[in-house]
């Protein structure tokens, strides 16, 4: 046998041969392996995000029903003026009956956690919402302009950590106030000076300029 010449095995394969086929198949395994690994981690990546969103679009519906029976609770949250990403919020259960919940507003963050012994998940997500006032152009669009008290623009936020990574998705939506009532006074004899956000019918009055004046039984004069 020359020096060139292959070993045959008992089946008529050469050692080389049987080396080359061992080598593909070992790609093979383990490009499938890596495939498999890659699949399983897109995968739970994508049901944690349906999950954080499913979080966001719950708060944002619970933000609206909320609105629609307190607005003046969501424009002046906690008696205050405090709006913009500074200042986090969520909605907490006041009082509960068999047949309604009432939330309110709190102030910070709340976790929201999804466990799974089968699937080993154990993912704590951390979620709040933030609101902003809203003004409008000439042409009524949401944009740069004059305050619109009647609108404002709610932001849900839900972070979660996984491998070590930290992710969050926003959504955005803007609500209105709906609901609107009328009253009429025939008497202006409250307190003058009122500088802060009027939320129930009153009497009392920022100011008076000009000629006009209030008389003693609360009749304006100009």
Do not use: C
């Not at 010449?5 to 008992?10: H, S, T």
């Not at 959504?171 to 000076?193: E, N, Q």
């Amino acid at each position: 046998m020359k020096f060139g010449d292959y070993i045959k095995l008992n089946e008529g394969q050469s050692v080389f041969e049987v080396l080359i086929a061992i080598a593909i198949a070992t790609l093979i395994v383990g490009s499938s392996v890596t495939a498999i690994m890659v699949s399983m981690r897109s995968g739970t990546i994508t049901v944690a995000s349906q999950k954080a969103y499913g979080i966001a679009n719950g708060d944002l519906n619970n933000v609206r029903s909320f609105s629609e029976s307190n607005w003046a609770g969501l424009y002046t949250p906690l008696g205050t003026q405090n709006k913009g990403s500074a200042y986090p919020y969520y909605l907490a259960v006041t009082a509960s009956s068999s047949t309604s919940t009432i939330l309110g507003l709190t102030n910070g963050t709340t976790t929201v956690s999804f466990t799974s012994t089968s699937t080993g998940e154990n993912i704590d997500y951390t979620s709040w919402f933030t609101i902003d006032n809203v003004s409008r152009t000439s042409s009524n669009w949401i944009g740069s302009g004059t305050g619109d008290p009647t609108t404002q623009k709610i932001t849900a936020h839900v972070s979660w950590v996984m491998s070590g990574e930290t992710k969050q998705i926003d959504l955005v939506t803007y609500i209105s106030k709906i609901r609107t009532s009328s009253i009429t006074y025939t008497k202006w004899d409250g307190f003058s000076g009122v500088t802060t956000p009027v939320t129930k019918s009153t009497n009392d009055y920022y100011g008076i300029t000009g000629n006009a004046t209030i008389t003693a039984n609360g009749t304006i004069t100009y």
